[in-house]
């Protein structure tokens, strides 16, 4: 744990030097009302860019993770923000700090597995079976010796803490929703 | 040119004898600088004579002080280490020269911006640098030597470029002082941007109804010589004496015939959309009369769409058409220049921004002040385009094209006030109406603006904190506009039926072809430099040309009018004067070693430089001692004054010191 104040203090610093230019923004609302995913999500881009960079806090929100990153708000953004560089920053540094949606981790999970973030369904192999083709196509998936070599490669990058949810925020998150 | 020399004490070039004060400026630098150890330092440098410290040097005291140490200390050179010379070099120059010094003897070293500002944090280490740049200052100061200012006589005429409400201010007040005004406007009429408006913030009087009777004051005014129609082409010549050619384009009718009766308007079979007054929306003529209040009330024929059919010369009942007119000169000898060139409006077009070119029934906020003026297209009637209806619901984006980095990133200031205008009396006249306003943020200072805005929440327009996202049409041509209420978070579709633009104000490419042609700067936004922000306002670098209105910077009427004044005041110096007194410091050339390469001529930014037979001319009223010329000779014949080789060299010989 004492680890992970150390850590703590490195997120808000990380953050602040990944949203410096998020400082500039005057709330004028350009942004969420160009966002196409604000229109069917809970995502107000504005309110993200007003906290990106304030506290820790903007890791726990889901909607930080519902931009579609069309970048609409980023060309028309009267101030000049990264506001789409920003967001993509700020989750990176989530993701480094292991703070990711249950949904990123399957995804994690699955390419571990299958060396495919969408692996192929039982429907498809079925329909491809009926097509005559053989049921899995010419990908790793299919040869045992290249699925391993890419499952030593991500592993040998530490790729497999992403499908751990060993992370206080992760749970907090999580009871919340 | 006459030359006065103004001090000629033999007893400046003796061996120097210099007093340093090194100011403390309270604690801009006496917080940060050691300013005892700095003066005690100064006090052991070769020549210095006494050196001491002041709380602040440019008070009475201060230079009480200098010019006892004068007297007493016999001293013959002063250097003074405090802040920029910008401000306060000529106080001390004039303190110097009330003890009887050549004000050219004085030094100045800026130990504030250049040192105590700038290393805050560095106490010791800004103290050690004050020493430095003292040291230098010293070197340079025991090389100086007395300069002559000269004195040259002032043309008592002012030449005032553009007659919108600011120039036409400056004209009235620079006749009303008593001299000769030239007022030159390019369009046909005077009168402006304000000529086109409605009404005016924040009493929402009449626009015409308070302009027209003073453009009649300009006309009717005897020491204003107005010329409409007129473009300055070209400047030569120096403060007090301008070359001025002016070109007066045909207006293919006679001014002093015609009464602007309007027959043959009436006459005229071409039509063509009136982009001149009414924003494109409606139609003139060929041959047309600006506007019913125009001054000077004459027609004027646009010759690339007239057809030369003669129906207007049959219609004229005093023979004033003349087919065959052309453009013609006049060179004038001016004493001041007044520029009022004023500006565009900003044209959201070639962007389409929030759908503008796009849909019909996006316009701009001029556009909508001709859909609303009495005497425009509409008479009155604000109507949508695409179908000639009363719109029910109205709204306005703000900021449109300013405050944004990827157009203007200044704010045009007026375009607030204006929505507000436009919105009440857009309710006053049609109350069943429903008027939105998309802001980001309100700027409404000044006497009654604040009152304004008030009055119109009370009237029940609507203000939506956000700025739109997106703007579609709908299917009878209304609009769809998509914007956040940042306030309450909630994103709005709002239906409207005609959506106006507050676009803001943006330099004119008129104001920058008078701009080069006179040399006055340019600021990054594109509008003209003023030589202080604060305190010259309206002036410029070049002496005898001054600034105002929209040209020098977005303003609205009363500050427009403010500048008018003050531009007439600040010009009208030099010809109450009658006379001028430019720099000292100007460049000197050595005809012995000048070879009349030419090379210098054409790097003057002021044109003080032309080879006349063989030889090097300086036009030493023209020269501002900028030293370009200087730096570009490639033999060493032209030296700056005050800034010569010797005395720089000096400076820099001394940067450094090395123990022995």
Redesign the interface.
Known sequence: MDEMTGENININEQLKEASTNALRC??????????PS??HTSL?I??LVKIAGRSSDILKSDELWMCTTCY??QE?C???IDIVDTILKIRSISAYHNIILPEHRAVCQMLLKYGHAVPINDDYKIKRTEMGLEELPETVHKYTDSLNEVKELLTSCGFERFTEDNTDENKTMENTA | MAQSEINDDTKNTDEPRIGVFICECGVNIGGVIDCHAVADYAGTLPDVIRSSVNKYTCSDSGQSEIKQAIKDNNLNRVLVAACTPKTHEPIFRACVEEAGLNPYLFEFVNIREHCSWIHMQEKEAATEKACELVRMGVSRASKLEPLQSNEVPVTNTALVIGAGVAGMQSALDIADMGYKVYLVEKNPSIGGKMAQLDKTFPTNDCSICILGPKMVEVARNKNIELMTYSEVEEVDGYVGNFKVKVRHKARYVDVNTCTGCGLCVEKCPVEVPNTEFNEGIGTRKAIYVPFPQAVPLRAVIDKSVCIDCGACSRACSSNSIIMEQEDTFSELDIGVIVVTAGFDVYDPEPTHDFGYGLYDNVITGMELERLINASGPTMGKVVRPSDVKPPKKVGFIQCVGSRDKKRNRYCSSFCCMYALKDAQLIREKYPDSEVYIMYMDMRTPFRNYEEFYDRARDMGIRFIRGKPGKVTENEDNGLKVRVEDTLTNDIIDLDLDLLVLSVGAVSSESTERIRQILKVSRAADGFLMEAHPKLKPVDTTLDGIFIGGVSQGPKDIPYSVSQGSACAARATRYLAQGKAITEGITVEVNPDICVACGICVPMCPFQALSIEDGKLNIIKALCKGCGTCAVACPTGALQQNHFRNDQLLAQVKNVFTFEE
């Open positions: 005057m709330q004028c609302g350009v942004c969420s009302s160009s966002c604000g229109r107000n504005r309110k609409n708000c028309r009267p101030r000049g």
